[in-house]
């Protein structure tokens, strides 16, 4: 009879201890039962600068393939990786879904406490899914945890990366698996700090993310981001869960659009997301946004979301952004959302600093460039940034209102400054809201000058019908060249008489102070 009574090695209470680069290279190598299904814990910090000349250049290979994934866990222990190299002409020759990454190809493994400082990621060609921890993460069961992260370096997959993140490059889960309501995965305490780039979906933490849900705190990004096409964001590239719940969190620097492509979905935080439930709290970017010269239109750029649709609620408190975006030509740009919107929202307690300047485009707005909702409130938001060129539905607060959306207690202060050099028209400019499709304005002020060609207003440019603003003022000069008001550019009044659709609008307890001025072809004022 043979009895054993040493502990099995490798399981999460009784982890492999890695110590030394050597010990980091074996992980999941087989030898000596390091298997991918192992579970290990660092014990020491590691020198991992000479990867840079290993495999004739290549550097370090990444722990775990599609065909052969790691899913076990790695506890870095609070110790750091110092300096490790990867540098591919293409993330993989092989896999059709590859991954490059200190871990390329991880399922359902926890990743916690590592600390990778002087980290180098090159793909010169290709580049599905690079991340500076993993580069794809399938998750397929609840609760699995990027804790304690921390990257310095950089992640650049330039030409035709897609998934880029600075922690991982995508993180993904099955269809049936989302639908029945698994693949949550934690990012918790997490961070990284460097520079970025990629082609598309990319992301400061995360480049892409579908899965069913996914909660992030106290987690933030710090540095450049660089992408040809979006979309991008100071987070996370592209979120499509069923339940997002951000809070505590916070991105800064910059984001450039570096080449000559339409880009849709560029935000502070995340490019886009798309949720069935939305919740944010307590988040922050202090990050500028930058075109590239002479390039195509883009769209749906916000200081902290591009795009944030929710199927049913979208709930964000107490969150703001600082900040600048320039761009040759925009649509839906706003100092917070560039779209947003749910069947339910519910916004407050949240501002933005941001100054605006898109010659071309339109649909833009200080706090969102379109906000829209079946039903829903907006209270306690204020903008504060100027916005400067733009043709059409151009607001100091909300670029476009549509659906039944209430905004109370709220206002902007910047200028808004409408059309550009080679065509001055432009329309529905208004010192808070360009467009009143829907909704109501409670208790909501202008104190910024406003400048358009028609449909021009202190408050609102044009007020739609079925529409209510009540106990609202405005404050600043007011130009323009044909339907201008201190209050409100055109209100939308018909009986069906005229041939118009039958529909009221109203205005009550309000009022403006600013001056009025009604220009000439020749922008000179008319006496009258």
């Known amino acids: 009879i043979i009895v054993t009574t040493g502990a099995i090695l490798g399981t999460k209470e009784n982890p492999f201890l890695v110590e030394t680069y050597d010990h980091l290279k074996k992980v999941g190598t087989s030898i000596d039962g390091w298997n991918l299904d192992s579970y290990y814990r660092q014990t020491e910090n590691i020198d ?20 052969k994934p790691f899913t076990g866990g790695y506890d870095g222990g609070g110790f750091t990786i110092d300096g490790l190299s990867i540098n591919r002409f293409e993330a993989s020759e092989s896999d059709s879904y590859p991954g490059l990454g200190l871990f390329g190809y991880a399922v359902n493994s926890d990743f916690i406490n590592i600390n990778l400082i002087g980290l180098s990621i090159t793909v010169e060609n290709g580049g599905y899914f690079v991340g500076g921890v993993v580069g794809h993460y399938k998750s397929i069961s609840n609760d699995n945890a990027f804790d304690n992260i921390s990257v310095y370096g950089e992640v650049v997959a330039n030409s035709t990366g897609i998934g880029v993140g600075g922690i991982a490059g995508a993180v993904i889960s ?50 450049n981001i660089q992408s040809n096409i979006g979309p991008v964001g100071g987070l996370f590239g592209t979120l499509e869960v069923n339940h997002a719940d951000i809070k505590d969190s916070y991105s800064g620097g910059t984001i450039n659009l570096v080449a000559d492509y339409y880009t849709r979905g560029i935000g502070g935080v995340a490019g886009q997301i798309v949720a069935v439930d939305a919740d944010i709290s307590g988040v922050y ?16 750029i916000g200081g902290l979301f591009g795009i944030a649709n929710s199927e049913n609620s979208l709930i964000m408190k107490n969150s703001f952004a600082k900040g600048n975006i320039q761009l040759d030509c925009g649509y839906n740009i706003g100092g917070i959302l560039g779209v947003g919107g749910g069947n339910d929202v519910d916004i407050s307690d949240s501002y933005a600093e941001v100054n605006i300047k898109s010659l071309e485009g339109g649909e833009n707005g200080g706090f969102a460039g379109k906000l829209w909702g079946a039903t829903g409130k907006v209270s306690n938001i204020y903008a504060t940034g100027d916005i400067h060129g733009g043709l059409t539905q151009i607001g100091g607060l909300l670029g476009i209102l549509t659906g039944n959306v209430s ?20 329309e529905q400019i208004g010192g808070a809201i360009g467009f009143l499709g829907l909704g109501s304005l409670d208790q909501v002020y202008a104190l910024g000058n406003v400048s358009g060609t028609e449909l021009v207003g202190g408050l609102v440019g044009l007020q739609q019908r079925d529409t209510i603003i009540a106990n609202s003022y405005a404050r600043g000069i007011v130009n323009g060249n044909s339907k201008v008001g201190g209050l409100v550019g055109q209100m939308y009044h018909s009986d069906g008489s005229d041939g118009n659709q039958e529909g009221y609008s109203s205005i009550t307890n309000s009022y403006s102070t600013g001056e009025v001025l009604l220009l000439d072809e020749d922008s000179e004022p008319v006496d009258f």
Do not use: M, W
């Open 174 to 223: 099955d269809e049936e698996q989302i639908e029945v309501g698994t693949g949550l995965i934690n990012i918790i305490n997490s961070y990284f700090i460097g520079t970025i780039s990629g082609h598309v979906n990319v992301g400061g933490l995360v480049g892409q993310a579908s899965i069913s849900a996914i909660e992030v705190s106290q987690s933030h990004f710090g540095g």
């Open 407 to 426: 905004v109370s207690k709220s206002f902007a202060t910047g200028d808004v400054i409408s059309g550009n050099d080679d065509s001055g028209y432009a």
């Open 48 to 67: 991992a600068r000479p990867s840079k000349g290993e495999d004739d250049g290549k550097g370090f290979i990444p722990i775990g393939t599609e065909e």
């Open 285 to 300: 970017s202090e990050i500028d946004i930058i075109g590239a010269p002479n390039s195509s239109c883009h769209s749906s």
